[in-house]
Nanobody, 122 residues
Framework: QLQASGGGLVQAGGSLRLSCATSGRTFSVAAVGWFRQAAGKEREFVAVISQSGSNTYYADSVKGRFTISRDNAKNTVYLQMNSLKPEDTAVYYC?????????????????WGQGTLVTVSS
């Protein structure tokens, strides 16, 4: 129901845009978020956007560099990643949840897509 794409290899300082395509039923849920998991680390919250797109929230580590947006007509959520750093290297996952609360907790998300690998070289 969720399909993430757009990962790849980029040099530090570069940009990538990830996409998360969802089915119609999934897209009607409250929020869609991005998480990431680096090798040997826990999966961590990156960003989330409400169903309407009017509310967004970012992890401190990406604030000012990443932008989450959505196109409801295309049932797609985007994560624009600028000024990438080697520490941004991870598998990125998109997820959807039915209610807006507890938006940074991965355990609160109802649907998950497969990951897309982002590698940032120094």
């Amino acid at each position: 129901q969720l399909q993430a794409s757009g990962g790849g290899l980029v040099q530090a300082g570069g940009s990538l845009r990830l996409s998360c395509a969802t089915s119609g039923r999934t897209f009607s849920v409250a929020a869609v978020g991005w998480f990431r998991q680096a090798a040997g680390k826990e999966r961590e919250f990156v960003a989330v956007i409400s169903q309407s797109g009017s509310n967004t929230y970012y992890a401190d580590s990406v604030k000012g560099r990443f932008t989450i947006s959505r196109d409801n007509a295309k049932n797609t959520v985007y994560l624009q990643m600028n000024s990438l750093k080697p520490e941004d290297t991870a598998v990125y996952y998109c997820a959807a949840k039915k209610r807006w609360g507890l938006i940074t907790s991965r355990n609160e998300y109802d649907f998950w897509g497969q990951g897309t690998l982002v590698t940032v070289s120094s």
